[in-house]
């Protein structure tokens, strides 16, 4: 499964948007991208994934870009409680996951 | 649905001390995995069962053993516990298809808060 690379933090404002990059350059053709956050260190919850098109729900959007090496979650009005660590993940056919360090948003009032 | 439960919240062993941490999921998910998550890092896969009655290695396997016990449970035992295993740990549970992995959304239990001193 592809390695991924985040920024290790990042602050927003409360009801603007947030968006947060990763970088998954060796991705192959079958491995998807996923985004899970962690808030005060409870279990990740999921945020939502894509292949190679563009992916929006009632969470969040994800772009990825057509050659599929970087992708951006966007929050698209973040409130105080989006505060979590984000975690890009890009996993294969194995059905592992495997994390990184993440990226820190802070969103301040 | 409990979802995924994990028992117990938390525990302190002795250096040498045994413990088995029990998972459960009552979404009828095939494949489970257990996850541990030091202080400041993401997670790292320990061991995952793909469907009942099949145990794989992850990442850090060294000092645990797994039992898929049926469809619902996935225990993961420390034998001889050590400082290097305090840690958080976390069962997840996924639907699959047949023929391997879908492409669903990985649900993560709440954690054991384990220290071994």
């Known amino acids: 499964d592809a390695k991924t690379t985040q920024p290790p933090s990042m602050d927003c404002a409360e009801g603007r948007a947030a968006n947060l990059p990763c970088n998954h350059s060796t991705i192959s053709g079958n491995e998807y991208v996923y985004w899970y956050r962690q808030i005060h260190s409870q279990g990740p919850q999921y945020i939502i994934h894509g292949l190679k098109n563009n992916e929006t729900n009632e969470m969040a959007s994800l772009i990825i870009t057509e050659d ?3 992708s951006t979650l966007i929050l698209p009005h973040a409130t105080l409680r989006d505060t979590a660590v984000y975690y890009c993940i890009v996993r294969g056919n194995t059905g592992k996951l495997i994390f990184g360090q993440g990226t820190t948003l802070q969103v301040k009032p | 649905n409990a979802g995924v439960t994990q028992t117990p919240k938390f525990q302190v062993l002795k250096t040498g001390q045994s413990m088995t941490l029990q998972c459960a999921q009552d979404m009828n998910h095939n ?3 257990w996850y541990r998550q030091d202080p400041g890092m993401g997670l790292r896969l320990i061991y995952y069962s793909a469907s009942e009655g099949t145990t794989d290695k992850g990442e850090v396997p060294n000092g645990y053993n ?3 016990l049926n469809k619902r449970e996935f225990s993961l035992r420390l034998e001889s516990a050590a400082p290097s295993q305090t840690s958080v ?6 639907r699959t298809l047949a023929g391997g992995p879908s492409y669903n959304e990985q649900f993560f239990g709440p954690g054991t808060r384990l220290t071994v001193l």
């Open chain 1, 68 to 70: 599929r090496k970087s």
């Open chain 2, 31 to 33: 494949s489970m995995y």
């Open chain 2, 66 to 68: 797994v039992s898929r």
């Open chain 2, 89 to 94: 740990y976390f069962c997840a549970s996924i």
